[in-house]
Each structure stands twice: as C-alpha cells, then as structure tokens.
C-alpha cells in the first residue's frame, strides 16, 4: 500500500524567505502526486499535480514542486512566501490503480 | 468553490445521537469520499463509494455507515456519537478513482 510522509509538521518562516515542505512516498512504481492546501476554516483545494512530462509542475500563486523519481519525493517549495501563503499544505500521492493517500500535512506560519 | 456541497455546514448533537451528513458531488463525479479530520487524528480516509457501490473502506467505525445514491449523493450516517467524533468532515468527488478529489466546505459536528 502506498504511504506517505510530511517530514516536518510545522514550518514558520518569515515573510519574503523561500520555503520547501517536504514529501516522501513509499513506491516508485509510476504514480501520480498532488499538493492541496488547506486554509483556515475552509477546505482542501488543489494546489499543484504531476502526471507525466515535465517534472516540475507549477502552481498560479507561485509555488512549485518537483517529481523525483529516485528520492521518491515530491517536495513544494516558494522562493517568496506572503503572509496569505499561511495555511496547511498536504502532499497525496497515488500509485496507480488506487487512490489519493494523504500525508499527515504541514502547518506553513507566515510571520510578518 | 469546488463545486461539491455539503450540509449542514454546522451541527451541534449531544452523546447517543445519530445524524446524518448530506454531500452533492460534482456534476459528472462519479466517486465520492468521506473523511474525518480531528485535530489529534489528522485527516483520516474513511469511505469511498463509486457510481453507487463501496469502492474503498478506511478508518471508518462499525457505529458509522454512508451510502451513494442513483443520482450520486452521498450521506455519511453516525450514531451513538460520543465526544470524540466531534471533528470536521468532509466529503470530495473525483471523476474516477484515480484523478484529483475535489472537497465540499466540510460539516463541522459537535459533540456535547
């Protein structure tokens, strides 16, 4: 069965500092990954997706993740945070076949 | 607004009820998912159902059942309800098991 990790469950940073939120998953047989975020109150909305192709895939808030098949990772990082960036992000990969599996998530805290 | 509903949005009980939690997917989704998210448990799978039948089963607890509908609706049923199901839950639709889930606002139940 496919499982994932969020390496680190908080990350506070300052506002205009680059972030990176990490993901590992459990397989490398070919699968899919997304990134949802999560802001307060509100529910999970997708942030990014790799299918196939490239293999850094692009959000339109700025954020960016690259698929790395040998790590088995699919880290998101920002150069530039903002204040509104402060929400929960989780990583789900899904090995083909089955379903979303949602990492534990990570708190991003933007502090001004 | 991911097109998903759910209602109520909110619902305050007391222990040894039932209530039932109500989700519309998307037009054209065929598979809809049921999960918990608790502050000590996370984001927790629970049910999926696709095109009316059980697909996939989580964390799910005996007092809980959901179902799928022919016109796709899905309804979460809890009962005997003790304080520790007091959490958010959400319902998301996807096309097909494999592709991106999209979530509904979340039913906040309380617990008393």
């Known amino acids: 069965a496919q499982s994932v990790t969020q390496l680190d469950s908080q990350v506070p940073v300052f506002e205009e500092a680059p972030v990176e939120l990490r993901c590992n998953y459990s397989?490398?047989?070919?699968?899919?990954l997304f990134w949802y975020v999560q802001y307060p109150n509100q529910g999970l909305q997708l942030l990014l997706k790799?299918?196939?192709?490239?293999?850094l895939v692009e959000s339109i808030n700025g954020f960016e993740a690259e698929f790395n098949k040998s790590q088995t990772s699919f880290h998101l990082r920002k150069p530039s945070v903002h204040i509104s960036d402060t929400a929960e992000y989780f990583c789900?990969?899904?090995?083909?076949?089955?379903?979303?599996?949602f990492g534990g998530g990570t708190r991003l805290m933007v502090k001004p | 607004d991911s097109g998903v509903t759910q209602t109520p949005k909110h619902l305050i009980t007391a222990t040894g009820q039932r209530v039932t939690l109500r989700c519309s997917p998307r037009?054209?989704?065929?598979?809809v998912y049921w999960y918990q998210q608790s502050l000590d448990q996370g984001l927790q799978f629970l049910i999926q159902?696709?095109?009316?039948?059980?697909?996939a089963k989580g964390n799910i607890l005996e007092r809980f059942s959901a179902q799928q509908f022919p016109d796709l609706h899905s309804e979460l049923n809890l009962s005997s309800l003790e304080l520790g199901d007091s959490a958010l839950y959400f319902c998301?639709?996807?096309?097909?098991?494999?592709?991106?889930?999209?979530f509904g606002p979340g039913t906040r139940l309380t617990v008393l």
């Open positions: 037009s054209g989704d065929l598979s």
């Open positions: 998301a639709s996807s096309i097909d098991t494999y592709n991106e889930q999209f």
């Open positions: 789900a990969p899904n090995n083909a076949g089955n379903m979303l599996t």
């Open positions: 397989s490398s047989v070919s699968v899919y």
């Open positions: 159902y696709y095109n009316g039948e059980e697909r």
């Open positions: 790799y299918l196939s192709g490239s293999t």
